[in-house]
C-alpha cells in the first residue's frame, strides 16, 4: 500500500536528468579508430560471440558526425594524431573516448618520436582499457564502466564540461 497504488497505469516519474542518462546509456553508438593489434580484439568484440547489441551498440558508427562515443585501440603515429583529434572534434556533444591498449594509453615499447605517448595528449579520454592487446572481455568491462559513468553524470555539470573538453 503506496503512493504507486494511487498512480494510474502508464504514468512514470522520473527526472529528466534520470531520462536522459538512461537514453544516452543505451544508445551509445562508437566509432572505431582501430590502428594495430588492438583494433582486432575491438573487432571481435563487436561480433555476434560477444553480442554488444544488448548494451545498445549495434554497429560501429561510420562517420564521426553519428557516433558519441570513440574507441582508439593501437599505437598513434604523430601523423595519424591530427585526423584523429579533427574525428573528435567532429563528433556531436555529449562525446565519450575509450583508450584501448598499453599503445594507445602510454605508447608502451615504441616510445620514440614518431609514435605518439599517450592519446590523453590530444583527445581527453574517459576510460583506459590495459593490456597488450586486451582481450574483447576487457574492453566490455571497459564499455561498462563508461555506461555507469554516462548514468551518473550531470546535465547541468556537461555544458560546462564540454566547453573545457573542446578547447583543450
Known sequence: MGLEEK????IVLTTLEKMVNWARKRSM????????????????TFASHFDLARF??????????QADLMIVAGR??????PVLRTLYEQMPNPKWV????????????FNNYAILQGVDRIVPVD????GCPPRPE???????????????????????????????
Request: hydrophobic letters at 40%; charged letters at 25%.
Open 98 to 109: 575509450i583508450s584501448m591498449g598499453a599503445c594507445a594509453s602510454c605508447g608502451r615499447v
Open 7 to 10: 498512480i494510474p497505469d502508464g
Open 138 to 168: 576487457q574492453l566490455m568491462d571497459g564499455i561498462l564502466k563508461l555506461l555507469e559513468k554516462v548514468e551518473k553524470e550531470s546535465l547541468k555539470g556537461n555544458y560546462e564540461q564540454w566547453g573545457r573538453r573542446i578547447n583543450k
Open 127 to 130: 576510460i583506459y582499457v590495459p
Open 56 to 65: 545498445g551498440m549495434e554497429v560501429m558508427r561510420p562517420s564521426p558526425r
Open 76 to 81: 598513434v603515429s604523430m601523423k595519424m594524431a
Open 29 to 44: 553508438w562508437p566509432l572505431g579508430f582501430g590502428l594495430a593489434c588492438c583494433a582486432i580484439e575491438m573487432m571481435s
